[in-house]
């Protein structure tokens, strides 16, 4: 098997694999954190700043040789980076205060749907029969764990409701920076916009932090907060990035997607082994269901 370039793609297939798992864990190191007793707003920030070095490294090495950013491109990373990385990963970051990682993950990997949903909505497209198929076998499959969940916590219900709403805003919110970031992806390349834009979210979220919280926050916090939010920013946020680029280059975004199913199957492993989160017949049919619906949606949607 070849890849894009004529060369093997088993290199490319790795990359993504281990791109698809390292981002999983981004949520089982959020949970860990939370048992430190840290906020959302301090933990993001944390993870954040981290990733900023790293994140305008990527945004520089990008840029070389290139011209300048315009007005207009400014205010698109600045409104893509707010929309995609700052208010999708705060309200990802909430969510996960109040439900499982496990099902954070299945919510999130509704995303192409979601996506698909707002681009009827703003160009009046119509949907294959595949496609609602795939859309109604893959929600049924979250509600279904969702329901589990509530029914196994019937105190914490309005909890487990809430942070699930949190969750979908969520994939609204990063689906709202897919469909509008197609022009500046044109314009400026795939590495050197989430560069910048990741760049902007990192500043966004510091600056939150900034107005929202005394600084003496951050001096009392656990040393396990601190080593755990630089293993977030590195591992499971900034290397992904690279990891799943290096591998769209060598074997296409669609092969590269496909290897992402993985990730809800490892965040639900390391949620059963690491957090203890329960794991049985409810959770293996919903999680079966969502990965089935989203591979006919998937397989439905029309040929560019």
């Not at 970051?93 to 099902?103: E, N, Q, T």
């Amino acid at each position: 098997m070849s890849s894009l370039h004529g060369k093997p793609a088993g290199a490319g297939l790795l990359l993504a694999l281990i791109g698809s798992v390292a981002f999983s864990g981004k949520a089982i190191i959020v949970k860990l954190a939370y048992r430190h007793g840290v906020d959302a707003v301090t933990l993001i920030m944390l993870r954040m700043l981290f990733a900023l070095p790293l994140f305008a490294l990527m945004a520089w090495w990008a840029s070389r040789g290139k011209a300048g950013l315009s007005r207009q491109d400014w205010l698109g990373v600045l409104g893509l980076g707010f929309s995609g990385y700052y208010l999708a990963s705060y309200l990802d970051f909430a969510a996960l205060v109040y439900i499982s990682a496990s099902l954070e993950r299945l919510i999130l990997y509704l995303n192409p749907t979601v996506v698909m949903l707002l681009g009827w909505l703003m160009y009046r497209g119509r949907a294959s029969f595949g496609q609602m198929l795939g859309m109604a076998v893959s929600y049924s499959g979250v509600m279904l764990v969702f329901g589990h969940e509530m029914n196994l916590d019937k105190a914490s219900a309005a909890s487990i409701g809430w942070g699930a709403l949190l969750c979908v805003l969520s994939v609204f919110s990063y689906a709202i920076y897919l469909v509008y970031s197609g022009e500046l992806v044109k314009r400026l390349g795939s590495l050197r916009l989430v560069g910048l834009a990741t760049s902007v979210a990192c500043i966004f979220c510091i600056a939150q932090y900034l107005l929202t919280r005394p600084m003496a926050t951050v001096m009392s916090l656990d040393a396990d907060v601190i080593w755990l939010s630089v293993l977030n920013a590195t591992l499971c946020t900034a290397a992904p990035v690279l990891l799943v680029m290096m591998a769209i280059e060598r074997i296409g975004a669609s092969a590269a997607a496909q290897m992402g199913m993985v990730g809800p199957l490892s965040t639900i492993l390391m949620g059963v082994l690491i957090l203890d989160e329960p794991f049985n017949g409810w959770m293996i049919a919903g999680t079966a269901l969502v990965m089935a619906g989203i591979t006919v949606f998937s397989r439905s949607a029309p040929r560019q």
